[in-house]
């Protein structure tokens, strides 16, 4: 949609009002007729007066100011939890080269592709994601069925591991030219499928053992904000290193045919914030290995007393 219009607005400025259409959408879908499984009451098949919904909602709702409190109590409780901060920690960090991978589009357009094979590119990529998500939460499954306390903390290495041989393979090694494309095409597919699994193979999972029932939408929002805005620095640092340390000059690039020189400095500047992260992402999982096992026992003793006490 780049570089066309639509009823006169830029395509653009057309992509970004859909998706802006298409969120409000499932977020209205969602608020509509998602029930919360934590508010699922006894149901009694004998009444026919209240509807389905109705029965499965709670209609004892507790003050805003009394679930916030309890809340906040939950969140200083699970913030001492080591496994949290180490997750968390290494989010921090591992969150940094998929920031940073947003300037992909402008550095494939740099090298001389056009819109439509950027766009293509990044969709391979987002597609080797996709499937790598499910691959490795597939495969973290099964390791944690042989290996139950270091399963899902080896593959989350392993994946964030693959991204330093992958970064250094597409943005130094692959000549960088539009006869590449294929060549490009692999490798970024090939890196999707391997360095996206740490989501859904060990850090959600892993949340879910050692946090609060109750809880753990609010945890992962609190996670998820946190990592979102440290990784936020990655996009400016690539700009910073590209023009500072490895010599990217705007006033060098053709606007059709891109420029072999800042196509250079710019890929210098991501692997700087992809390569090292990544590494250092792989780093802060070790610790894990000793503390996760421990946290996890202390969250079931914890969840038994509960039970006990109702």
């Not at 029930?35 to 026919?48: E, F, H």
């Not at 200083?76 to 968390?88: E, L, M, S």
């Not at 597409?170 to 000549?175: E, K, M, R, S, Y």
């Not at 060990?202 to 440290?230: C, L, Q, W």
């Amino acid at each position: 949609m780049a570089g066309q219009q639509f009823w006169g607005i830029p395509g653009w400025r057309c992509a970004f009002i859909m998706m802006a259409t298409l969120s409000s959408l499932i977020g209205f879908l969602v608020f509509q007729y998602v029930v919360d499984p934590r508010r699922i009451i006894n149901i009694t098949y004998d009444s026919g007066e209240n509807s389905d919904r109705n029965n499965l909602l709670d209609k004892s709702k507790a003050s805003s100011v009394s679930v916030w409190l309890e809340s906040w109590t939950a969140t200083k409780a699970v913030i001492k939890v080591q496994t949290f901060q180490i997750i968390v920690l290494q989010g921090v960090v591992g969150s940094l080269p998929w920031t940073a991978m947003v300037f992909f589009t402008m550095w494939f357009e740099l090298i001389g592709f056009d819109h439509n094979s950027s766009a293509a590119l990044l969709s391979v990529f987002a597609i080797g994601c996709a499937m790598g998500s499910l691959l490795g939460g597939l495969i973290a499954d099964r390791m944690s069925q042989i290996y139950p306390h270091s399963g899902r903390i080896m593959c989350a290495q392993f994946s964030a591991l693959m991204g330093i041989p992958f970064s250094w393979f597409l943005l130094t090694v692959i000549p960088q030219s539009v006869s590449s494309w294929f060549t490009f095409g692999t490798t970024l597919f090939l890196m999707g499928l391997t360095i996206s699994w740490n989501g859904t193979a060990a850090n959600a999972p892993m949340f879910a053992e050692v946090v609060p029932v109750k809880h753990r939408t609010m945890i992962y929002a609190f996670d998820r904000a946190f990592e979102g805005s440290f990784s936020s620095f990655a996009a400016p640092m690539v700009g910073i290193l590209s023009e500072k340390m490895f010599g990217y000059d705007p006033k060098t690039v053709d606007p059709v045919s891109g420029s072999a020189q800042a196509a250079f400095a710019l890929s210098r500047g991501l692997l700087s914030m992809m390569a090292v992260p990544f590494g250092l992402c792989c780093l802060f999982y070790t610790p894990l290995y000793v503390v996760f096992r421990r946290d996890r026992e202390n969250a079931r003793i914890a969840s038994l007393k509960e039970e006990e006490m109702m």
